[in-house]
Every structure is written in structure tokens, then in C-alpha cells.
């Protein structure tokens, strides 16, 4: 069984990650937050531009519930998503705003449910454990 | 001129993280050959700057049509946002729900 060890690093006390995402037009690493609170996982509209998507790549309307009210963004299948080691093709995520200057996004558990992983506060550090299937 | 030649006119030598947040306060950068602190880590050790401005897009901009030359970038913020962070709560239909499994 493959074992991975990756760092993070703790901001205002929620768990930063490294993501790569690799799109049409090129390749960018994002901050990401771990959230196993999230069902989806996000990226920002500018990001997903940076990478050469626009939203007439999306193939699904997606609607969120924030603080603030309603919010529209989309769905939309990136070229290549990798964080804390492991690697997806043709990944769905949603893309909506999220105000935030320090963070692209959020890895929700659409991603971490293929693994299994631990986090370790104190050592700054997410132990991942792949599975074969 | 060859795509692939040309070169974003303000690329800096590698600096370090702190030389980029001292030279280019709470603004955004756009970073090409980002060594990280270790490997999958969030925290940059160098890059060199090839944009910067107050806004992500005008971060880059520079680079945006240099994609053959810069294949990877990094867009990151140099100051603290202090603003609380609102995750947003997916409103999940059947549809949605067979994304989230697939």
C-alpha cells in the first residue's frame, strides 16, 4: 500500500494545501483549503481563466448558499487536478467566488473520498494512504 | 516573434518569499519557477516575479498569452487578507449528486 506524506500549512487555523491544476492553456498551483466540510470542490473564476477555461467549458449550472444569499457559478471538468500527491483526470469542480485573497479554492470530499488520509496538526502534516481499487 | 522566445518584460532573478513580499506589498504576483519549501508544500521557497498588480487578472496579464514560455505560474497574494472566509453550501440535486459519486 502507498503511503504519501505531505506539509500544509495553518492560516487563521484552517488547513492550506498545494493543488496543481492543469488546464488547456497551462499549469498553476493553487492554495487550497482542506475542506471535509465541502461536498464539491472549489476553484475561483479567475483561476479557472488563468488556465484558459472559460465559462462555455462548464457542462452543468451550479448554485451556492453563502452568508450573503443565492450565488450562480458552474461546473466544469479540469484537464488535471493533483493535490497532497495523488492525481486526477478530468476532474469536476465547481467555480465560484469566494472573496478570499490567500485562497483559490477548497478540496472537498468529491476529491478526498478516493484515499484515505490523516492529519496531524501539530506536525503540520497530512499522512495520505492510497487505495488500490 | 516566435511565442515561445518571448519573455514577460519584468522577470525578476529568483527571489525568496519574503524578498517578494518586501518588493511587492499586499499586492498579487505572478510566480514562474516556484521552488517549494519541500515538495507539495503551499509555502514558496523562490520564484521569479513576472507580474504584479492589485488584481489577480493584472497579476497575469503579462503572461497570459506566454504560455509556450511559461507553461507553469503561481498566482499568490504578498499581504494578509483578514476578511473571515464564507464556504459556500452547494445546493446538491440528483444530478449534482451522481457528479459528487463519478
Known sequence: MTKLSRSFVRE??????????????????ARLVLDTGAAATTLV????EDLG???RDSFKKAKVHTAVGEEKGYWLRVAEFSVLGVT?????????????????????????????????PAERRI?????KR | MDA???????????????????????????????EAVELG?????????????????AAFDPIRDLGAKYPRHSVRFTG??????????????????EILRS
Not at chain 1, 465547481?94 to 473520498?113: E, K, S, W
Request: hydrophobic share 40%.
Open chain 1, 12 to 29: 487563521r487555523e484552517l488547513i492550506i494545501v498545494d493543488a496543481e491544476v492543469v488546464g488547456p492553456a497551462n499549469t498553476t498551483n
Open chain 1, 45 to 48: 473564476p479567475e483561476l479557472i
Open chain 1, 53 to 55: 477555461y472559460t465559462r
Open chain 1, 88 to 120: 486526477t483526470p478530468n476532474f469536476a469542480v465547481t467555480v465560484f467566488p469566494l472573496g478570499h485573497q490567500n485562497i483559490d479554492g477548497l478540496v472537498g470530499m468529491n476529491f478526498l473520498r478516493h484515499f484515505n488520509f490523516e492529519v496531524r
Open chain 1, 127 to 131: 499522512l495520505v494512504e492510497l487505495i
Open chain 2, 4 to 34: 515561445a522566445k518571448q519573455v514577460a518584460p519584468n522577470e525578476t532573478e529568483p527571489l525568496s518569499w519574503a524578498e517578494i513580499c518586501a518588493r511587492y506589498p499586499d499586492q498579487y504576483v505572478c510566480l514562474v519557477d516556484v
Open chain 2, 41 to 57: 508544500s503551499p509555502e514558496i521557497k523562490t520564484g521569479r516575479v513576472v507580474g504584479c498588480g492589485p488584481t489577480r487578472r
Open chain 2, 80 to 97: 494578509v487578507c483578514t476578511e473571515p472566509l464564507i464556504r459556500p453550501s452547494l445546493v446538491i440535486d440528483d444530478e449534482t449528486l
